[in-house]
């Protein structure tokens, strides 16, 4: 295979995705090793804690205890997501980054979830349920992607959107 123009670019969505998986796996290793689940500090009082809960639901706590359903949806978005950046090359880069970031988190938590039976949470808002950084990743991605696709950003049709029909 030679190395066309596009070739870097499709690379890239799999480096961030890796790099979003490394950091997520890492901060809750560093805080397992310096907590035991239930315990809360003031990283900078009043506004962020660090504190351990090992969440056996999905987003905001819901669903406790439904293991394999969370472990086989993941396994299918992340299965979706591998595709799509495997098939569309020529994706719009906000897209990329999104599915991106949204693969390295989803990752994290099922590597969690399929090795501890939870997922490891640690930042703290007081006024949020306690998240990771893949959490982060997800949420992120997501916001990103909608955005995307409501506002038509940094896509190919872009142009095409608002422009009328004018020809010539």
Not at 69 to 97: D, K
Not at 137 to 165: D, F, M, N, P
């Amino acid at each position: 295979m030679g190395s066309g123009p596009g070739r870097g670019r499709a690379r890239w969505p799999w480096l961030v995705s890796l790099l979003t998986l490394g950091a997520d796996q890492l901060t809750k290793h560093l805080l397992v090793g310096a907590f035991v689940p239930g315990e809360s500090i003031p990283l900078l009082h009043p506004v962020i804690y660090l504190t351990y809960v090992q969440n056996t639901g999905a987003a905001f706590g819901l669903f406790k205890g439904q293991q394999m359903l969370f472990v086989g949806l993941t396994l299918l978005i992340i299965t979706w997501i591998g595709w799509e950046l495997l098939t569309q090359p020529a994706m719009a880069p906000i897209a990329s980054w999104s599915s991106a970031l949204i693969l390295g988190g989803a990752i994290g938590n099922l590597m969690d979830r399929v090795r501890l039976g939870y997922v490891i949470d640690f930042l703290d808002l007081r006024v949020w349920p306690v998240f990771n950084v893949g959490d982060s990743a997800i949420t992120i991605g997501v916001t990103l992607l909608i955005w995307h696709s409501l506002l038509g950003v940094g896509g190919k049709g872009q142009g095409e959107r608002g422009r009328g029909t004018q020809h010539g």
